[in-house]
């Protein structure tokens, strides 16, 4: 039985495991339901929970840790003449052999005769594991199942513990947002401490001058390179800022449009349509931002007098602007169309017009969805790189202007991970500092979104 | 509201309305041409993007093909006579479509203008005569005619991406090539076809050999585990922090956590993924797994908010009309308020998988920004995803993976439309206003 | 419906899971440079085409991602070729060393010549390295002829030099992460940036500080790494230059012509015959202990030390690799024949 297949007969026995349960359950009461102190559904949960979560784990688990045992075991039977002063990493090859001969692969070798036994064992223990695996996952199931179906009594509150399940499932969900920021601090963390002992932590915070431009090879002395944060700082929110300055009008009234004035039909139509501008890939974008907007500003820029460079902070971050509209149009959207009909028309019934009442009463009461949605789309602007690489350079300059060519703190991460340079010179460490030093920012941001949002949320009803 | 003028000076209301209706109702209809301006905008941008793309990639679906007369040497392809299939797999196809290339143009005879002639078709022809080959053994000894690929550069000319006015040494194909192509279109020996290979095929550095079967396999085994464990996860989280906790400084923390978790570069996410999965799981690289654990922390930030904005907008009243009848809690969650703000789930689940359907960056930590030529069969085998397909078309010098790049481009979204489109039914089902 | 999703999940997670404890490997890996990356990838596939073997995975992640990765460690999980754009440091070296990797055999596959173009619409430049310098050096020589140095004031090229056309002074170029601006600096820029004499006689800290300094005021644009879009950047803005590698001039010679580098233009011949002055050696660096272990790796080294791959007239040059003289190409297909251990 391969894996696939047994995980479809468990998942099979847990749904049989519902069927039964709930079945048993109307029995025990004799189709008078209001005898059950749970309702049978949640016989059915009950069941099915027994049946399926253990057999489940001892599945899961015992597939994750085979591949290890068996390798070990065979190692383990292998003859000292091969096994004999091999490091772990040697070893590991010995083995990726063995393994490639077992499932039939080509080999890089002339088959060992000796490894050819290695792998007829593998192949032997890995059968022997398999049978043991479906023996034991299915006698669980059924004992689960067994077991469970006594607890079908009328009095048994099984609902409390059903909930209980899905509490720990919630709970457990909502950890692992926790364990990702632990994680993402951690896998920064190391090597932007490196980072900061080669590099002042004051050059890096208050710096005014970004250019790394350092050696690359070890012959080269190096030439200059400045490390300071600010410049990238300044031009993300340059960028954002513009992007923001068209997907919030745009988005914003779109949804106010389609939620408001825009008969069924059409909005059924426009939204999802809209939702593909977020889908659409970067690089389209990216062109699109080089190769027409940033002429088409450049050429009326200088019709103007302006001096404009051919790569601008605004050339990317209108076109970026266009690719976040949907975060604000179709979430604010979402919320528009969820504030209740009666706050409408209670406005309409004192004589307000149709857009006062969006102006004074809707919008108000759909502001916590709306916020989130800008939120959303402009941490979307700040890690955005493709675009603003294409359109707006990698020069870090300090400026306010938008004619000029900025760079942002993402883009900077990006090349310099994948640069040419050596991986532990402070150059490619610097991304691991710009990402920490990003994470502690957006984290201020957002406790003080948090405060403001609090401070000017209206509750309705 | 008025009448603060005081009672020697009696206002009439209707009379203040009626002056300023004129007014207002301008204004209405100043906001109302507003949204309408911002939405015939926003559907004006996409147009004007879908429309760039299509125009430069709908020529990628035909390809350039030669038809060849090739003589199956048995001398060479299986000179025991055994048909034993590693044998004849071994063969000299490229000569033999060579040889072929030179009967034809029989007049040829330097070395360098054979160079040329040889350039005609495409370098993977050979592979396809041997495939022609290895399932019609009994030809061997025959003469055959099979359509090959022919060259990159020949099907850009044939498609009119090459002047064929401009000076030779500013073209990638020669006049001498062009008298020959020429030749052989009087022959009716050249034709665009339907390019199946742009359906079937793995990556290849050979513009008339590429396609995005691979990328599309890879995509839909990674986004498989984005969309399971990112919905499930997202959904899981709103609701525990909308329904079932008070509000304390834990779920503020909570709280303000998932927003910033949102706000980080998905490269960074990348590294996540390099340092927690594959080098703490130990997990191989480059394979859909990795890549759909990594996209789903990525969306996961968009799902929880825009799921908890919905939570959040579903009215009190309905979650106390569940209780007062006698509903749990958990029953009012999941029975009541749940479907309710599904639509609003939802939107932000299609936003959140656009963004990991189009992502590449943090793919490019865990090694899924690469050459993969056979489709992966599974969850772990090394695979490649669409977008960076694309990334990697749009940076490779041959000027035919142009129009390949918009093509692919297409096909992502014809895989962006239907994954919304699904969403968007099930959106339909559950809306309601209040 | 939702319990169904959630068995669902752990059906596929299961099946997911699964054949990841067995970790076999049965094809090459490699990894690096993004420079080399469509070289490499040629060979991988006519090597997949042509044997039973499967098709090496190439993944592009730049030179120092690639030798990071290659030197964690000997074993299937870690990669068997890393290609580079640039040799391999000897601190790099070390980390390969200290991780177990000890046999790590160098092979250099080529040229790759680095152009200066500019669109066809535009003038033909004819730049000496003394030009490029001056006109891209953050800080040069004081226009007077006294022997200071400046911050770079010239503004067009004719400040540059008297003979070169009145065009406002804008070059797109890599970043200074990539190799390929590296071996710019240090072939055109420091080349030219020599030929002044009291540079030249400035103590070797001072001097490539000045040499390879590239201004930063806006009239060397950082583009990123992807040269079709300069390419298509130059089409669109006929006054600008840019710099980027042979093969896409190659591709679009319909669009942009090169300029030439002391006289010499960046052509196939000119590269290979050493005429052309700025062109640079690209690598990748084989772990001799995955040699016999991974199926594959002693054969895909024979495709790429062919005539037919990398010879005069071998498909790479098709694609634009410029190759190595004949000497150089037997002196590296020895390499990879015996396996030679690098020292350093």
């Known amino acids: 039985m391969s894996t696939p297949a047994l995980a479809l007969a468990v998942a099979l026995l847990t749904i049989l495991g519902y069927w039964i349960g709930r079945r048993r359950s109307f029995a025990v009461v004799a189709n008078d339901t209001s005898k059950l102190h749970s309702r049978p559904t949640y016989h059915g949960f009950y069941v099915a929970i027994w049946c399926g979560i253990p057999a489940a784990f001892v599945f899961f688990f015992w597939v994750l840790f085979e591949g290890y045992l068996i390798t070990d075991l065979v190692v383990a039977g292998l003859p000292e003449s091969v096994v004999g002063g091999l490091s772990a990493d040697r070893m590991n090859l010995v083995v990726n052999d063995i393994l490639n001969l077992a499932s039939g692969n080509i080999v890089a070798t002339e088959s060992d005769p000796m490894l050819r036994a290695a792998a007829d064992h593998y192949i032997q223990l890995q059968s022997m594991s398999r049978v043991a695996l479906v023996v034991l996952v299915l006698s669980l199931a059924v004992a689960g199942m067994g077991l469970s179906l006594r607890a079908v009594q009328p009095h048994n509150r099984v609902r409390n513990r059903v909930e209980r399940v899905v509490q720990i499932f919630l709970i457990g969900s909502s950890t692992i947002a926790v364990f990702a920021t632990i994680g993402i601090v951690l896998s920064v963390l190391f090597e932007a401490i490196r980072f900061f002992e080669a590099v002042p932590l004051s050059e890096f915070l208050f710096g005014l001058q970004w250019s790394p431009q350092m050696a690359i090879r070890e012959d080269q002395v ?240 | 509201m008025n009448n603060r003028g005081g009672a020697d000076m009696p206002v009439d209301t209707t009379q203040i309305i009626k002056r300023t209706l004129a007014r207002r109702y301008r204004r209405e209809a100043r906001f109302r041409r507003m949204g309408l301006f911002a939405v015939v905008l926003g559907l004006a941008f996409l147009s004007l993007l879908l429309f760039s793309i299509v125009s430069k990639g709908y020529t990628a679906f035909w390809q350039t093909f030669v038809l060849m007369d090739v003589h199956l040497d048995a001398g060479v392809i299986d000179p025991e006579g055994t048909l034993d299939q590693e044998v004849m797999f071994a063969a000299d196809y490229g000569g033999m479509i060579k040889a072929s290339l030179r009967d034809t143009f029989p007049e040829v005879t330097q070395r360098r203008e054979k160079r040329d002639l040889y350039r005609l078709v495409s370098s993977g022809a050979g592979f396809y005569l041997r495939e022609e080959v290895l399932q019609n053994p009994d030809a061997i000894g025959k003469t055959i005619q099979i359509w090959v690929p022919a060259d990159d550069d020949v099907d850009m000319l044939m498609k009119g991406h090459f002047d064929r006015d401009k000076p030779e040494e500013d073209r990638r194909i020669k006049d001498q090539q062009i008298a020959w192509v020429d030749r052989l279109v009087d022959q009716n020996r050249i034709e665009l076809r339907f390019n199946t290979t742009f359906f079937t095929a793995g990556d290849s550095r050979e513009p008339e050999l590429a396609g995005i079967w691979a990328a599309v396999c890879g995509s839909f085994f990674t986004l498989v585990i984005t969309l399971l464990l990112a919905f499930t996860m997202g959904v899981a989280t709103a609701v525990y922090l909308e329904e079932f906790t008070p509000k304390n400084r834990w779920t503020d923390l909570i709280e303000v956590n998932i927003n910033n978790l949102a706000a980080v570069p998905s490269i960074v996410y990348g590294l996540l993924g390099l340092a927690v999965f594959i080098n703490f799981f130990g997990l191989p690289r480059s394979v859909p797994l990795v890549g759909g654990l990594v996209l789903a922390l990525m969306t996961l930030p968009t799902i929880i908010i825009a799921s908890r904005a919905a939570l959040k907008s579903v009215p009190p009243s309905i979650r106390d009309a569940a209780l007062g009848v006698g509903a749990s809690k958990t029953e009012m969650v999941f029975h009541h308020v749940l479907p309710q703000a599904m639509p609003g789930m939802l939107t932000g689940t299609i936003i959140g998988m656009a963004q990991a359907l189009g992502e590449s960056a943090p793919l490019l930590m865990i090694g899924m920004v690469a050459f993969i030529a056979d489709a992966p069969g599974g969850f772990t085998d090394p695979s490649t995803v669409l977008p960076v397909q694309i990334y990697l078309w749009a940076d490779s010098p041959e000027r035919a993976f142009v129009e390949r790049t918009s093509a692919a481009i297409m096909i992502l979204l014809a895989f962006l439309f239907s994954m919304n489109g699904l969403a968007v039914l099930l959106r339909k089902r559950f809306e309601r206003r209040w | 419906m939702k319990r169904t999703v959630l068995l669902l999940a752990l059906t596929l997670m299961v099946w997911a899971i699964q054949p990841a404890s067995a970790a076999s490997r049965d ?14 990838t040629v060979v991988a596939e006519q090597f997949g085409r042509a044997t039973r ?57 080529g040229y790759d010549g680095i152009a200066i173009a500019n669109s066809k619409e535009s003038t033909h430049m004819s730049l000496t390295r003394k030009d490029i310098f001056l006109a891209l050096a953050k800080h040069v020589p004081k226009p007077d002829g006294s022997q200071t140095l400046v911050l770079n004031p010239h503004e067009t090229w004719q400040d540059v030099n008297p003979t070169l056309p009145d065009l406002k002074i ?175």
């Open chain 1, 222 to 461: 190096g030439s200059s390179g400045a490390f300071g944060a600010i410049p990238l700082f300044a031009g993300t929110l340059l960028i954002s800022f513009i992007a923001m300055l068209v997907a919030v009008p745009v988005g914003l009234m779109s949804a106010i449009y389609l939620g408001e004035y825009a008969s069924r039909k059409v909005r059924a139509l426009v939204k999802p349509l809209l939702e593909v501008l977020a889908g659409i890939p970067t690089v389209v974008y990216g062109f699109f931002a080089a190769l027409t907007v940033a002429p088409f500003i450049r050429d009326n820029g200088s019709l103007l007098g302006l001096d404009v460079s051919s790569e601008s902070a605004l050339a990317a971050g209108l076109v970026m602007g266009i690719m976040i509209i949907p975060f604000v149009s179709s979430l604010s959207d979402d919320v528009i169309n969820a504030v209740p009909q009666a706050m409408r028309d209670g406005s309409e019934a004192l004589g307000a017009t149709r857009s006062e009442t969006i102006k004074k009463v809707v919008i108000p009461a759909a502001l916590p969805g709306i916020v989130g949605g800008i939120l959303l789309a402009v941490s979307r602007a700040i890690g955005e790189t493709m675009i603003v690489v294409m359109a707006a350079g990698l020069a870090a300059n300090l400026t306010a202007n938008p004619l000029e060519a900025v760079t942002t703190v993402t883009v900077q991460i990006v090349t310099l991970l994948v640069g040419d340079q050596e991986f532990d010179s402070p150059k490619t460490l610097a991304a691991f500092a710009l990402g920490l030093m990003l994470f502690i920012v957006t984290l201020v941001l957002n406790v003080i979104a948090l405060h403001v949002v609090r401070r000017y949320r209206e509750q309705y009803e």
């Open chain 3, 53 to 109: 073997f499967k098709t090496p995975k190439i993944e592009s992640t730049g030179s120092g991602g690639g030798m990071k990765l290659f030197c964690a460690g000997v074993g299937v999980e870690h990669p068997d070729i890393t290609n580079s754009s640039r040799r391999i440091k000897k601190s790099e070296l070390d980390s390969c060393h200290s991780n177990g990797v000890f046999h790590v055999v160098e092979v250099k596959v």
């Open chain 3, 27 to 40: 094809y090459i890996t490699i990894v690096g440079s993004s420079t080399l990356y469509p070289f490499s």
């Open chain 3, 170 to 344: 804008e070059v797109l170029g890599p970043p200074p992460t990539s190799g390929t601006r590296d071996a710019f600096v240090e072939l055109a820029m420091e080349a030219g940036c020599e030929q002044i004499d009291w540079i030249k006689a400035m103590d070797d800290r001072d001097r490539k500080a000045t040499c390879r300094t590239m201004r930063e005021d806006g009239a060397y644009v950082e583009a990123g790494e992807n040269d079709n879009l300069i390419v298509q950047k130059l089409e669109s803005n006929p006054n600008a230059l840019g710099i980027f590698g042979f093969s896409f001039l190659d591709q679009n010679a319909d669009k942009v012509q090169g300029s030439l580098v002391d006289g010499v233009a960046p052509e196939f011949e000119e590269i290979a015959s050493g005429a052309y002055p700025v062109s640079r050696s690209l690598y990748f660096y084989v772990k001799g202990a995955h040699v016999g272990s991974v199926p594959g790796i002693a054969e895909f080294l024979a495709e790429w030390a062919r005539e037919g791959t990398w010879g005069d007239e071998g498909y790479l040059t098709d694609k634009g690799l410029i190759p190595m003289p004949a000497g150089e190409r037997d002196e590296f297909a020895a390499a990879i024949r015996n396996l030679t251990n690098l020292k350093l």
